[in-house]
């Protein structure tokens, strides 16, 4: 996208609503910007209806603060909490179905890289545990097989939060969530690992509470899958409305449990010093 | 790979010369794919479509193609051709019985997402029990997905119907998926002549700009969709908003019937259509019944054969006024289901006279003396 598309035709200016004035005067495109200009622009995220204290809200805040090239980046989210926001993201943004998020990904990322073979188009999924890690396993691990030059985010908040609360298969072993009435029967699916062992040239995860970290590892994740290969990151980002706890505990709770790792192939390495993030 | 030039549609379609060649219809139908311009195919195995994908993977080799991988699976396949035409290109895929429902959360996808994706059904029975057989039950399915559906009759129509499904799905007012369908084994695996147009021919390029909903490509402005997604509101808007676009995809297939018209011709092929009798079918069971209202007519009998080759949009005036003169219509099907028998039905008021018979189905052939022994049925009623 150039940078000034988005324009106010002439004699609009007072129609437009304020926050699609404050986009076009204010907005990030084009502009390199990141989580610490916070509050100096226009978000790309309005307001949204998800639950108050949502771990996954703000995880979806700071990733798109973190964008590399938001003129440039389509997201492809998938049934969950992630599909109630990312309406309101000013960003190209495609629901696919429940699980083929992955998939659709990658038959857009080739489309663009056919159409616009002299851009950078980053293609970024974005989804929630339960779509990446049960339903969507299939495909997430066959773009990563294939090199596909996807991103995968997951926004893991340990359970099916949008339908209510079911258990996921990346809950921790033991935990009672609806549709494991007796406690979870297995442990964490470990996405980490299994990202590394089927190509991905960068895997990270940090949580929601790790702000710069975690922006720090938006823009590598998309900067490796942009020349390198998949990549991918796991946030996790405690929700308080099925694990029931306060709204004002998610960061202590996320800084708790928080798990810091970064596997960077040598490629990748080397394309992350050159760039300097 | 050969030097290859644009040629108009409509030129292509009914006026550039035609060479012989002697074909199956899983070769046919590549040969169109080499002159459609698709920028990406994605394949899957599974009989009897697979041969196809193969050829389709060596024109990809040879560079007519720009890209093209075997996925994980239909679903995924389907996601993905999803994803590609989101994002501008123009795809071929093809899949059969088992795989279509496989993928089948896709199809309404595609036509509420307003794709204009062209794929190929090489129909076939779906288990249980274990089957690869020919079996066209896939198609009744199709029919209420919102996808135009084609029913070609052997592996010219198919070669035809796949090059016009690209033109008709991706005028600006359809912008909807097309399925071109042909009776598995019967279409896929027999070999006829097939007239081919010139191989450096090709049809022009998929405009991303003529789309009628916005390309996912970050080149125009992004909006916010909506301030309350729909789906977490119980009032009237989001109810109505749902509806509309329901019947906006509808819509988009009634307005497909003059394109139809303009590039692949006659919805139905119609042979004496006065006929005390008249046998109605489409794809391989037209062919047998054509067969059998031959051998009627040389003993007397005064038989007529109307062949539907668009299913949907479903030709209901043209149904609705061919069932007014006969005594009896006859509908052989290859399914179990009988699911044109079932549409005749309801489109039309005399519905008393139609006999969704004989049905074969799970890979029986379907003699034309079975067809016959119905014409003598319905003469003797």
């Not at chain 1, 396993?137 to 991103?151: A, D, G, I």
């Not at chain 1, 709770?253 to 010093?273: D, H, T």
């Not at chain 2, 459609?36 to 024109?59: F, K, L, M, R, W």
Request: charged fraction near 25%.
């Amino acid at each position: 996208m150039k940078k000034n598309i988005a324009t106010i035709s002439p004699g609009f200016e007072d129609i437009m609503p304020e926050e699609y004035q404050d986009l076009v005067n204010d907005g990030p495109y084009g502009r390199g910007l990141g989580i610490k200009n916070l509050g100096t622009f226009k978000e790309l995220i309005e307001e949204h209806p998800l639950c108050a204290g949502c771990g996954l809200a703000l995880a979806i805040r700071l990733t798109a603060a973190s964008l590399p090239a938001p003129e440039d980046t389509i997201i492809v989210g998938t049934t969950g909490c992630n599909s109630i926001l990312m309406p309101q993201l000013a960003i190209h943004n495609i629901h696919s179905l429940f699980g083929n998020q992955s998939s659709l990904a990658a038959g857009l990322k080739r489309a663009l890289k056919l159409r616009y073979p002299d851009k950078n188009k980053d293609v970024v999924v974005m989804a929630g545990d339960g779509g990446i890690a049960d339903i969507g396993l299939s495909p997430t691990l066959h773009t990563w097989l294939r090199r596909e030059n996807l991103t995968t985010i997951m926004l893991d908040n340990e359970s099916y939060s949008n339908t209510g609360g079911q258990e996921s298969g990346m809950s921790c072993e033991g935990a009672v969530l609806n549709m494991a009435p007796t406690g979870k029967k297995f442990p964490k699916i470990p996405m980490p690992e299994i990202a590394k062992d089927s190509g991905c040239a960068y895997v990270a995860t940090v949580s929601v509470a790790n702000a710069r970290r975690l922006g720090r590892m938006v823009k590598r994740a998309i900067l490796v899958a942009r020349e390198i290969g998949p990549t991918y990151l796991q946030i996790f980002v405690p929700c308080p409305t099925n694990y029931k706890f306060s709204t004002s505990e998610t960061l202590k709770r996320a800084k708790e449990r928080e798990k810091i790792m970064e596997y960077i192939s040598s490629e990748a390495e080397k394309l992350i010093k050159e760039a300097n993030i | 790979m050969m030097e290859r030039k644009v040629v108009d549609p409509e030129y292509m379609f009914k006026r550039a010369p035609r060479e012989k060649k002697f074909l199956i219809g899983n070769e046919a139908v590549a040969e169109a794919v080499k002159r459609a311009n698709v920028d990406i195919a994605i394949a899957y195995p599974i009989t009897p479509q697979s041969e196809a994908t193969h050829i389709v993977g060596d024109i990809y080799a040879e560079g007519y193609i720009k890209d093209y991988y075997r996925g994980e699976d239909e679903f995924n396949v389907m996601s993905a051709i999803a994803g590609a035409r989101m994002g501008g290109a123009r795809t071929f895929t093809a899949t059969s019985g088992p795989g279509t429902l496989r993928a089948f959360e896709m199809f309404p996808l595609w036509a509420g997402a307003r794709l204009p994706v062209v794929c190929a059904f090489m129909c076939r029975g779906v288990n249980s029990p274990l089957t690869i057989q020919p079996d066209n039950i896939e198609i009744g399915w199709l029919m209420d997905t919102g996808m135009l559906i084609f029913h070609a009759e052997n592996p010219q129509e198919f070669f035809d119907m796949t090059l016009q499904a690209y033109i008709v799905a991706e005028q600006p007012d359809v912008h909807i998926p097309i399925g071109v369908c042909v009776d598995g084994f019967f279409v896929t695996h027999t070999r006829e002549i097939v007239e081919v147009t010139p191989e450096d021919e090709m049809l022009p390029p998929y405009d991303p700009s003529t789309s009628p909903v916005p390309i996912m490509d970050m080149e125009v402005p992004p909006i916010r969709q909506m301030r309350d997604p729909f789906v977490m509101k119980s009032n009237y808007i989001s109810y109505n908003t749902h509806a509309s676009w329901q019947q906006e995809v509808r819509a988009a297939g009634e307005r497909a019937k003059k394109h139809i018209a303009r590039y692949v011709g006659k919805f139905i092929e119609v042979t004496n259509p006065d006929a005390e009798i008249l046998l109605i079918a489409s794809g391989t069971a037209a062919a047998q019944a054509r067969v059998a209202m031959e051998q009627a007519r040389e003993k007397g009998m005064d038989v007529g054969l109307a062949k539907i080759r668009v299913i949907r949009p479903f030709p209901e005036d043209e149904v609705r006024e061919l069932a007014e003169n006969p005594r009896i219509i006859i509908v052989p099907e290859h399914n179990i289901v009988g699911w044109l028998a079932r549409e005749i039905k309801s489109r039309i008021d005399n519905s008393g006279k139609v006999r969704g018979h004989p049905r074969v189905f799970g890979g029986m052939t379907m003699p034309p003396e079975f067809i016959m022994e119905e014409i003598v049925n319905g003469r003797a009623r």
